[in-house]
C-alpha cells in the first residue's frame, strides 16, 4: 500500500476492522482443538475484492496423487515447522536503499508498508508452529534482510524467547515525512494512527520449542542480499548519514542484483551520491562476515552442526524420517545459490546412511534454482526414499510433482514471512499402505496479534507485494497430501 495508491486504498477500507478482531482459529477457545494459525480449519480471504479480510472456511488436506494413489494412512512418524523469509529489518538503518522502490521492478522490496512489524510478525509466525509441536523447526533463509547485527540479535531473540526491544526508528513512515512513496500510518490510508510507537514497544516473545535448524539465506550473509559487505558498506551502515534522494543523474541499472563494483563506484570517497538526512550513529549496525554470522548462530543454539563455514548436517526424527540440511547460499557475493566443494558427496552420504528412514531436503533456494543443482537433483531422484525437497526465497507457495524413474518426489516451497500472506508451513510425514508415505503438509497464519494481524492487513494492500503478487498460490499449493509410492 504505497503512497502513490492511497485513494484507491481509501475506497477499498471504508470498512476495513483490524484483524485482530476477526477471530482466527486456535484463538485459545476451550472447545477449539485447532492449533493456532492452522488454516485447515479456517482462513482468511477477500471474497468481494474490496481488500478486506474475512473469516472463511478452512482448507482440508488435498490429495495430490501425481506420483502414486491415495492410500490409508498411518500413525505420524514426523511433524516439521517451516518458517522462512522473516527478513526482519532495521528501517532506519543507513544501509537501506528503500528509496529504490519507486523505480518499480524489480526493486519491489526495498520498502514495505507492513516492515516496521517484522520482530512482531515473526514471533506469531513463532507461535503458530509451536502450537503443532513440531519435532524439528526449520527456519529456510533470509531471517534477517540486510546483513546487520543489530537485526540479527532482534531476530535471535525472537526464537529463544524472551524480552526483545524491536527497532525504534522508522524515519520513512513518520508522519511529518512529505515523500509521497511511503506509508505513513498515522495519516494515510488505511490509517492506524499510533502504529509505529505500538511496534516500537518491548514485547515477550514465545520462542521455538523444539529443535531448530536455521539456514542462512543471500540476505542473511549479503547486504542488500546482493554484494558483500566491504569497509565502505560498513561506513555507512554505522555512519551517521543516510541517502533519501538519489542524485537526480545517477543511472541505476534496472536488474535486481546490483554489482559490487557499481556499488564501490556510487560509494567512492565516502559520499552519497544525493541527498542525505542525518542520522545517529550505531556500531550495533555493524555487518556481519558469513563466519560471524554462523557465530552467532551456533552461540544461540540453532544452528545445525555442520562444518566451520557451512551448516550442512542431517536430523534423525526416530528410526523412520531423516531430514538432510543444505546450505547453499554463496559467500562470495550475488544473490544465486551455488554448490559448494564438497556438498554433493556430503548428500551422497546423507542419503546412503538414511537406510530405510524416508528422507526431507531443506534449502533455502529451491535446488532447481542453484548454480550446480543438477548433481544434487539427480542424487534425489536416484533415492526412493526422498519425499520431498523444501525452500523458501521465492515468496511464494508452490507444490510440483517431479516425476523419476524411481517414482519420484515433491518440490515444495513457501511463501514469505515478509510479504502476503505472511504463513508458515506445517510438515507430517505418515506411512501409508502397502509401504509408500504421504507428505501432509498445510499453511499456517500467524497466531493472533494485534501488531501481526495490522501487519498482514498492510502486506495483503500492498500495491507491488500482495495481492497482484499471488504469492499465497494455487490451492493444491497450499494444504495438500502428497503421496509417493513404495521405494523400489
Given at each position: 500500500m504505497r503512497r502513490p495508491v492511497a485513494a484507491l486504498a481509501a475506497a477499498l477500507l471504508a470498512g476495513v476492522v483490524v484483524i485482530a478482531g476477526i477471530g482466527l482459529a486456535g484463538c485459545g477457545g476451550a472447545t477449539d482443538p485447532v492449533p493456532v494459525g492452522s488454516t485447515l480449519r479456517v482462513t482468511l480471504r477477500d471474497p468481494d475484492g474490496n481488500g478486506v479480510l474475512q473469516r472463511a472456511p478452512g482448507e482440508p488436506l488435498l490429495a495430490r496423487t501425481a506420483l502414486a494413489p491415495a492410500r490409508p494412512a498411518g500413525p505420524v512418524l514426523a511433524t516439521f515447522g517451516q518458517l522462512t523469509d522473516a527478513h526482519v529489518r532495521d528501517t532506519g538503518s543507513p544501509a537501506r536503499v528503500a528509496f529504490l522502490d519507486r523505480l518499480g521492478p524489480p526493486f519491489t522490496a526495498t520498502f514495505r508498508p507492513q516492515e516496521a512489524l517484522t520482530t512482531q510478525v515473526l514471533d506469531a509466525g513463532v507461535r503458530a508452529v509451536d502450537a503443532v509441536r513440531p519435532d524439528l523447526t526449520v527456519v529456510t533463509g533470509d531471517l534477517i534482510d540486510n546483513d546487520q547485527a543489530d537485526e540479527l540479535g532482534w531476530a535471535l531473540r525472537v526464537l529463544r524467547g524472551g524480552r526483545v526491544q524491536p527497532p525504534t526508528s522508522h524515519p520513512d513512515q513518520v508522519a511529518s515525512n512529505p515523500d509521497p512513496a511511503y506509508y505513513r500510518p498515522d495519516v494515510d490510508p488505511p490509517r492506524h494512527p499510533g502504529l509505529l510507537a505500538a511496534a516500537s514497544r518491548p514485547f515477550t516473545a514465545a520462542g521455538l520449542r523444539g529443535r531448530t535448524a536455521v539456514i542462512p539465506g543471500n540476505h542473511d550473509l549479503l547486504v542488500a542480499g546482493e554484494v558483500r559487505a566491504t569497509p565502505e558498506t560498513e561506513a555507512v551502515a554505522v555512519g551517521d548519514r543516510r541517502l533519501v534522494e538519489p542524485d537526480p543523474g545517477l543511472a541505476i541499472p534496472r536488474r535486481e542484483a546490483l554489482a559490487a563494483a557499481t556499488v564501490q563506484r556510487l560509494?567512492?570517497?565516502?559520499?552519497?551520491?544525493?541527498?542525505?538526512?542525518?542520522?545517529?550513529?550505531?556500531?550495533?549496525?555493524?555487518?556481519?562476515?558469513?563466519?560471524?554470522?554462523?557465530?552467532?548462530?551456533?552461540?544461540?543454539?540453532?544452528?545445525?552442526?555442520?562444518?566451520?563455514?557451512?551448516?550442512?548436517?542431517?536430523?534423525?526424527?526416530?528410526?523412520?524420517?531423516?531430514?538432510?540440511?543444505?546450505?547453499?547460499?554463496?559467500?562470495?557475493?550475488?544473490?544465486?545459490?551455488?554448490?559448494?566443494?564438497?556438498?554433493?558427496?556430503?548428500?551422497?552420504?546423507?542419503?546412503?546412511?538414511?537406510?530405510?528412514?524416508?528422507?526431507?531436503?531443506?534449502?533455502?533456494?529451491?535446488?532447481?534454482?542453484?548454480?550446480?543443482?543438477?548433481?544434487?537433483?539427480?542424487?534425489?531422484?536416484?533415492?526412493?526414499?526422498?519425499?520431498?525437497?523444501?525452500?523458501?526465497?521465492?515468496?511464494?507457495?508452490?507444490?510440483?510433482?517431479?516425476?523419476?524413474?524411481?517414482?519420484?518426489?515433491?518440490?515444495?516451497?513457501?511463501?514469505?514471512?515478509?510479504?502476503?500472506?505472511?504463513?508458515?508451513?506445517?510438515?507430517?510425514?505418515?506411512?501409508?499402505?502397502?509401504?509408500?508415505?504421504?507428505?501432509?503438509?498445510?499453511?499456517?497464519?500467524?497466531?493472533?496479534?494485534?501488531?501481526?494481524?495490522?501487519?498482514?492487513?498492510?502486506?495483503?494492500?500492498?500495491?507491488?507485494?500482495?495481492?497482484?503478487?499471488?504469492?499465497?498460490?494455487?490451492?493444491?499449493?497450499?494444504?495438500?497430501?502428497?503421496?509417493?509410492?513404495?521405494?523400489?
Open positions: 560509494l567512492r570517497g565516502g559520499r552519497l551520491p544525493g541527498r542525505t538526512a542525518a542520522v545517529r550513529p550505531d556500531p550495533a549496525r555493524h555487518e556481519l562476515t558469513p563466519a560471524q554470522y554462523l557465530a552467532r548462530l551456533r552461540a544461540a543454539g540453532v544452528a545445525p552442526p555442520g562444518s566451520a563455514d557451512r551448516v550442512d548436517a542431517v536430523y534423525d526424527v526416530g528410526r523412520r524420517v531423516r531430514a538432510v540440511v543444505l546450505d547453499l547460499t554463496r559467500r562470495s557475493g550475488l544473490d544465486q545459490g551455488a554448490v559448494a566443494p564438497g556438498q554433493a558427496a556430503f548428500l551422497a552420504r546423507a542419503l546412503r546412511g538414511a537406510g530405510d528412514r524416508w528422507v526431507l531436503v531443506f534449502s533455502h533456494e529451491p535446488l532447481r534454482k542453484v548454480a550446480g543443482g543438477g548433481a544434487l537433483l539427480a542424487q534425489l531422484d536416484a533415492d526412493p526414499r526422498v519425499l520431498a525437497a523444501v525452500a523458501g526465497d521465492t515468496h511464494r507457495n508452490r507444490i510440483a510433482p517431479r516425476r523419476t524413474a524411481r517414482g519420484g518426489w515433491w518440490d515444495v516451497t513457501t511463501s514469505a514471512l515478509a510479504d502476503f500472506p505472511q504463513q508458515a508451513r506445517a510438515l507430517r510425514v505418515r506411512a501409508t499402505a502397502g509401504g509408500g508415505a504421504v507428505l501432509e503438509t498445510w499453511m499456517l497464519d500467524t497466531a493472533p496479534s494485534p501488531l501481526a494481524d495490522t501487519a498482514r492487513e498492510l502486506a495483503f494492500l500492498d500495491a507491488q507485494g500482495g495481492r497482484p503478487a499471488g504469492d499465497a498460490g494455487a490451492r493444491a499449493d497450499r494444504n495438500a497430501g502428497l503421496y509417493v509410492p513404495p521405494p523400489r
